[in-house]
């Protein structure tokens, strides 16, 4: 008789935890519906000082606004999966916000195996020459900083990418004392 009852007991009890972990992944289900985590990249866009020309250095190094660069993804099979190009604001920052960026397999095609950041265009005539500081030329790797924001309908995790740099086509050439 205890034993019939220890396995009604135990039949219960594994009932209601089942109901509840039902419950709970639907809670969630419903609950990750209204938002959807979005994939972001940021980081600078410079003009390198005529000094550091030729080096990886920022020193001396002024932002550019307006600058153009692009995140460029291939898929595990090395085929263009996201495209896209993206503008620095008035400090040299750019935000961007890989929407439509799709992974096939989850860590082949993750962003930080996936991704690069590509200069493109610069708008200063004066600081228009491309430059492969953080490989600005071949597509910067992303990095993973553990950031995040979120909010009631809006979550994003950031990656960031290295400073990339432009340099001046003219530098006038320093004179020894």
Known sequence: MAGTQLTIFVSLLLLSFALAYVTASEDLETKNLDKHVHVVVEGMVYCQSCERSGTWSLTGAEPIPAAKVSV???????????????????HGYFYAELDGFKMGHYFLDHPLHACKVKLVSSPLESCNLLTNVNYGLNGSPLRYENKWISGEHYEAVIYASG??????????PSTPH
């Open 72 to 90: 460029i993804c291939k898929d595990h099979k090395n085929r263009v999966s996201y495209y896209k190009a993206f503008e620095t604001d008035p």
């Open 163 to 172: 400073p990339l740099a432009f340099r001046p086509a003219q530098c006038t």
